[in-house]
Nanobody, 125 residues
Framework: QVHLVESGGGLVQAGGSLRLSCAASGRSFSNYAIGWFRQAPGKERVFVATISWGNAGIDYIDSVKGRFTISRDNTKNTVYLQMNSLKPEDTAVYYC??????????????????WGQGTQVTVSS
């Protein structure tokens, strides 16, 4: 069992930065792949970024490449999403999710077993 809690959301002006954290409780956190998803108002939840257990596998949706960085600190059971050069279209509730890592990337919601409650990110123009 893994329990996830997101934090770090807030209101920021376009061009600004935020760092989201996903703190996990439970055993063997380092064996889990973590994904970040986001859901904008009136839209479906979509994939943003993923990181494998050993930091060897990282991938992003094209719209955030070069602006967002996903990382993890297994000693702290925490995954981070550093978001720079934020745009109004990044406004959404951001969720982190976890699943046992089996050596590939995971992009789909149903592939993840555990979910956090989400944190709101609002980017003003």
């Amino acid at each position: 069992q893994v329990h996830l809690v997101e934090s770090g959301g807030g209101l920021v002006q376009a061009g600004g930065s935020l760092r989201l954290s996903c703190a996990a409780s439970g055993r063997s956190f380092s064996n889990y792949a973590i994904g970040w998803f986001r859901q904008a108002p009136g839209k479906e939840r979509v994939f943003v970024a993923t990181i494998s257990w050993g930091n060897a596998g990282i991938d992003y949706i094209d719209s955030v490449k070069g602006r967002f960085t996903i990382s993890r600190d297994n000693t702290k059971n925490t995954v981070y999403l550093q978001m720079n050069s934020l745009k109004p279209e990044d406004t959404a509730v951001y969720y982190c999710a976890a699943r046992i890592n089996t050596g590939r990337y995971y992009y789909l919601q149903y592939e993840y077993t555990y979910w956090g409650q989400g944190t709101q990110v609002t980017v003003s123009s």
